[in-house]
């Protein structure tokens, strides 16, 4: 065998190279625009793909579910990302924080997305909404047990309860957003209540609640709400949903807690005109609709209607608080996650 | 006792121009000790066959003996410093985060959950070390020194667990063993159980699961290794022991198994550095370990400094464990002195109940590891075939191959340059320097790549200002965002596997190899092309293909570090994985298993091959003739 270095170190140059060329996308070009998602292709994808046919523009995208805020942020100026699309409000409140957006005064965005869904200076913008809702075994759990957050605490819920772990983005928002009602030490006793209840160590992502309690493993379980409406398009997964009820907690007070999807514009974008009109249209109603039909999310414009399936859980109660106040909160909650060893 | 390479030996001994006079007896010495039968073989059984200090002497004394070559020498040290030192980069930038964190962390971490991150950390690396060992081990011994029904099968099936990625059996067995599983609905139908209090099942998603997952997938890194080793062992020597009435299980403890253990120790370290750095797996088992630690305080407490510092600190459990595994055997010289003297060991046949017993230790890891998880997820790939295929799978089949065997190339490349140099001229320096180099492979991937981000914007960056500054152009990101961005990744990544193996075989070349080619007044370059390179084929070869099939599998730097639309399948996959969608993410698993599985077979049947030939000609590889072969 005969090992020649010049020869596979050229042919390793050359092809790299040509992997190069042919991938990387120029910082700046007439009809592209380029996103950063923290959201996966198969959700962006219909509507990506909606924007391009309409508009004639190319969206380009990179997508990784941590690490993208790091990149943009050593990118620096150079940074071909003109957007970055986000799951959760604690990652936009932190991109705002790292000086990584710039603001938008659009008056599409403004008039299509209420005030509570979007960042006051214009930083950061809502795109879906999602419920944190409760589900509870059809036949196990009697209407009238559980009614708000607080009741998950009920000593009668003992050994009942499945949730993922409470270091998840979806639960610290949660928990944020009791803290920002109730205070820390009223929260502290909530959560040490819910987990002395829990019927398992918190594993798995909201459908594998909802499955434990189809299997019976547990009674109570708290999910984000389109999770219900996926799982019914699944024709494996249809029977779990169909064996629990849907719960909007708080609705005689305060109203249930709501989680974003979010998108902000970096600081440096390149092509910033062709992104303006990627946020116009995710804003409009043809966007919206995709995205309620597709992930069964609650469109942020609030005259598209939720998809059919939603919809049949009737009207709803939202929490106002502004997502910026909760995301103040994050950090004490993912905290006292720790303090009372939730996840253990 | 044959002993067929000994004459060239002494003659290479006796031509060094450099070798100090003093030492010829010693070696001769040394010499004449083997050709006794007697004294050899009670030499091999009182010490563990591994030849002890002469040969370390030797080898050292050879070293300070080329001085005349030293010029070029420190070509070689300056080229591996420099590669070295690139290599480092994203491990300095990680250790530099360390000590910028947004806020202190440890005070809370120490009163909270420190001490279970630990716990579960050091219990995971015990687990998957005793796991790995005894699989591993036992299955190398058994194909490399018995004859069975279905050997030459098990040979290379064995290492097809490697090809499937620990989060996607991770999937698989949740899937199948979890309580709303197939298993578990499946006895409390048949025993008329109604809760999950009416009976006890053990809880896939725990600490022993994890421990169970990892140990199917990563054993082959032992196997790998282990097996390499015992058939690389001198058959003249576990036949002296066997002459002697050496006992089956004191020729393996007492022979083999010392010979093979720096091999062993390298398997078993890429075995626990890929366990450390695992975090697919321990999240979706809630199992928390420091490198799921690392993550919430990253992602969590949106604070990547402390996350680097929780990653420092992995590292030095990584230092600690290989530094004591050096130091536990530091005084033995693992050199094989009979690496030209290749005889094949016969087989021993083994009928009725001992073959089935043999049979049965190799099926387990082979089913568990792979047959069950990959029907379930031929199964699933069936089942949702229709959502899942799309035409731009060719493309990402392309680019996850492509890819990974550029990576590949380079890592062994690297490997041998960083080996080599260290052969040539040993200085602590350099030592230290490959080292720390190969840190890489226990740093989590996520926290790698942002390793890899810093300096490369950085460079751009800074090139970009100067450009601008001097001739108004924007030369913009020209690193970062690219493939070249990922191989480098990667190289940097899996340069511990590449080298480690390349380094294993180079050792075992004797140093009179390169004496004798030397005084015949070639370069060090065509002694590495000309003798050392044919002579590691296997171990080159070995290189390859686990960085290959490590690629394949690379899923959290490859997210961060890609192009724009740019997919591997470990990414294609890995955006219904996320969401524990295992029928949308199982064709893509699959093709994963598949293409990883293709050089896995190609490369042992290569690997067997080219032992056979050694074996076959070994005279072949008398430096001199294979000098003369080739030019």
């Known amino acids: 065998m005969k090992f020649t270095f010049a020869r596979n170190a050229c042919a390793l140059a050359v092809t790299t190279l040509a992997i190069t060329l042919a991938h990387s996308a120029p910082a700046s070009a007439a009809d592209e625009v380029n996103v950063y998602s923290y959201r996966q292709p198969f959700l962006t994808d219909p509507v ?42 604690g990652t936009l409140a932190a991109a705002v924080d790292a000086q990584l957006t710039q603001p938008i005064d659009n008056a599409v965005l403004t008039n299509n997305i209420p005030a509570s869904y979007r960042d006051e200076q214009g930083q950061w913008f809502g795109l879906t909404g999602r419920a944190r809702i409760i589900v509870t075994a059809k036949e196990r759990i009697e209407s009238g047990l559980i009614e708000t957050y607080a009741d998950l605490a009920k000593p009668a819920l003992k050994g009942r309860i499945c949730t993922r772990s409470g270091k998840h ?23 040490q209540d819910i987990k002395e209840n829990l019927a398992r160590k918190p594993q798995g992502n909201d459908r594998a609640q909802v499955k434990a309690i189809a299997q019976g493993e547990c009674d109570v379980a708290i999910i984000n709400s389109y999770y219900m ?101 994050r950090a004490q909650a993912s905290r006292m996650v720790d303090t009372i060893d939730y996840d253990g | ?106 005070p809370h971490l120490v009163n909270t959950v420190l001490s279970s991150y630990i716990a579960n950390t050091i219990g995971l690396l015990m687990g998957v070390a005793a796991g790995t060992l005894l699989i591993g081990i036992s299955t190398a011994w058994l194909v490399t020194h018995y004859e069975f029904p279905g050997r030459k099968l098990f040979n290379w099936a064995l290492l097809l667990p490697f090809a499937v990625p620990a989060y996607v059996i991770a999937y698989i067995y949740t899937d199948l063993l979890e309580y709303a599983g197939p298993l578990q609905s499946a006895l409390r139908m048949l025993f008329g159980w109604k809760l999950a209090s009416d009976y006890w099942f053990p809880t896939i998603r725990s600490l022993p699961g994890a ?85 919430d305080v990253w992602l969590g ?50 009928q009725g109940s001992s073959a089935l017993l043999a049979m049965s230790i190799c099926l387990i890891p082979v089913l568990f590891g792979f047959i069950i998880p990959a029907t379930v997820l031929l199964q699933y790939a069936t089942q949702y075939f229709n959502q899942s295929w799309t035409s731009e799978f060719r493309q990402i089949t392309l680019n996850s191959v492509l890819l990974s065997a550029i990576a590949a190339t380079t890592a062994v490349t690297v490997g041998i340059l960083l080996s080599y140099s260290q052969r040539l001229h040993p200085t602590r320096l350099l030592r230290t320097s490959v080292n720390l180099s190969s840190l890489g492979y226990a740093v989590p991937g ?45 190289t940097v990544r899996f340069l511990a596997v590449a080298y480690g193996s390349v380094d294993a075989s180079m050792k075992k070349i004797s140093p009179h190899m390169d004496d004798a080619a030397r005084s015949l007044g070639h370069s060090s370059i065509t002694i590495l092309t000309r003798i050392h390179l044919p002579l590691m084929k296997s171990g080159v070869l070995t290189a390859a293909l686990v960085v290959f099939v490590d690629c394949m599998k690379e899923l959290p730097a490859t997210l961060i570090l890609r192009p724009f639309n740019f997919d ?64």
């Open chain 1, 48 to 89: 990506f793909d909606a924007f391009t046919a309409e508009s004639g523009i190319k969206v380009n995208t990179v997508f990784a579910k941590k690490g993208l805020i790091e990149r943009l942020e050593n990118e620096g100026d150079n940074s071909p990302a003109d957007l970055v699309l986000v799951a959760n409000v």
């Open chain 2, 1 to 106: 006792m044959p002993y067929a390479g000994s004459p060239n030996a002494l003659h290479n001994t006796a031509v060094h121009p450099g070798r100090a006079a003093a030492e010829i007896p010693q070696v001769q010495y040394r010499r004449l000790e083997r050709h006794s039968p007697i004294h050899a073989s009670a030499d091999v059984l009182s010490h563990a066959s591994v030849v002890a200090d002469p040969a370390g002497d030797t080898l050292s004394s050879r070293h300070r003996s080329l001085a005349p070559h030293k010029q070029m020498l420190s070509g070689w040290t300056a080229i591996a410093l420099t590669i070295a030192f690139i290599v480092c980069l994203p491990i300095l930038s990680v250790l530099w985060l360390a000590f910028n964190p947004q806020e202190n962390i440890w």
């Open chain 1, 229 to 329: 409406g996926a799982m019914m398009s699944d024709p494996e997964q249809q029977s779990w949903a169909d064996s629990v009820n849907v719960i909007y907690p708080n609705q005689a007070d305060r109203g249930t807690h709501m989680n974003i999807s979010g998108v902000f514009m970096t600081k440096a974008a390149p092509n910033r005109d062709n992104a303006i009109k990627l946020l116009e249209f995710l804003a409009s109603d043809t966007a919206q609709s995709i995205y309620a039909e597709a992930n069964h999310e609650f469109p942020i414009k609030s005259d598209v209607p939720a998809s059919a399936l939603v919809a049949t859980w009737g009207t709803f109660k939202q929490d106002e608080l502004p997502l910026s106040t909760i995301a103040t909160h």
């Open chain 2, 446 to 490: 996520a926290v790698l790549a942002i390793g890899v981000i810093i300096p490369f914007a950085m460079i751009d960056n800074t090139l970009d200002t100067f450009m601008r500054n001097s001739f108004g152009i924007s030369t913009g990101l020209l690193l970062s965002g690219t493939v070249f961005a990922l191989v480098f990744a990667y």
């Open chain 2, 211 to 295: 421990i169970v997952m990892m140990v199917l997938v990563l054993y082959p890194y032992v196997y790998l290794l282990a097996r390499a080793a015992f058939l690389e062992q001198s058959a003249s020597v576990l036949e002296a022991a066997r002459v002697l009435g050496g006992r089956s299980h004191s020729r393996f403890f007492k022979v083999a198994l010392p010979m093979a253990r720096p091999a062993i120790a390298v398997g078993l370290a890429m075995a626990l550095m890929e366990t450390l750095n695992d975090f697919g797996t321990v999240d979706y088992f809630a199992v928390r370990t420091l490198t799921a630690g690392l993550y």
């Open chain 1, 169 to 191: 983005g979806y639960m610290v928002e949660l928990i944020a957003s009791v803290i920002a009602h109730e205070g820390e030490d009223t929260t502290q006793t909530w959560l």
């Open chain 2, 301 to 350: 407490m949106n604070n990547l400094g402390g996350g680097a510092q929780i990653a420092s600190l992995l590292l030095i459990f990584v230092m600690m464990l290989i530094g004591l595994e050096r130091i536990s055997r530091r005084h033995q010289q693992n050199f094989q002195p009979t690496a030209t003297r290749f005889k094949c060991l016969s087989r021993r046949r083994l």
């Open chain 2, 568 to 631: 591997t399948l470990a990414t294609h996959v890995y955006q219904y994985a996320s969401d524990e969608l295992i029928g949308e993410a199982a064709l893509g698993s699959l093709l994963i298993v598949i293409v990883g599985l293709t050089p896995v077979i190609l490369l042992t049947a290569t690997i067997d091959r080219s032992r056979e030939l050694k074996a076959a000609d070994a005279a072949a590889v008398d430096p001199r003739t294979a000098l003369a072969n080739r030019s």
